[in-house]
């Protein structure tokens, strides 16, 4: 059983840049597959970005292209989400999640691990 530990978050200004980072309970040699997602209450769950056990090869999704990015630290085994140019409408819970395999999916259904989430506030 893996858990899941996201640090930063906050409130932002509208145009500012936020950094959430994410990292396992415990050391293992499992590889896995990390990625962020986000969730208004009431909504369904939305990809953001997602990036293979080793940082090689990752995904974004279409919405957050360029201003968001996705990294792996490999030795710490610590995932960071920086977000720039930030809209209030991105104002949501971010999810840490994790799966087994080295294929960064954009499907929530294929994460077996989540953290417990961390508030992103976007104000205009």
């Known amino acids: 059983q893996v858990q899941l530990v996201e640090f930063g978050g906050g409130s932002v200004q509208a145009g500012g840049s936020l950094t959430v980072s994410c990292t396992t309970s415990r050391r293992t040699t499992t590889v896995y597959t990390m990625a962020w997602f986000r969730q208004v209450p009431g909504e369904e769950r939305e990809f953001v970005a997602a990036?293979?056990?080793?940082?090689?090869?990752?995904s974004v999704a279409d919405s957050v292209q360029g201003r968001f990015t996705i990294s792996r630290d490999v030795v710490t085994d610590r995932v960071y989400l920086r977000m720039d140019s930030l809209k209030p409408a991105e104002t949501a819970i971010y999810y840490c999640?994790?799966?087994?395999?080295?294929?960064?999916?954009?499907?929530?259904?294929?994460?077996?691990?989540w953290g417990q989430g961390t508030q992103v506030t976007v104000s205009s």
């Open positions: 990036i293979s056990w080793n940082g090689g090869r990752t």
């Open positions: 999640a994790a799966r087994t395999g080295d294929n960064p999916s954009d499907d929530y259904r294929m994460y077996s691990y």
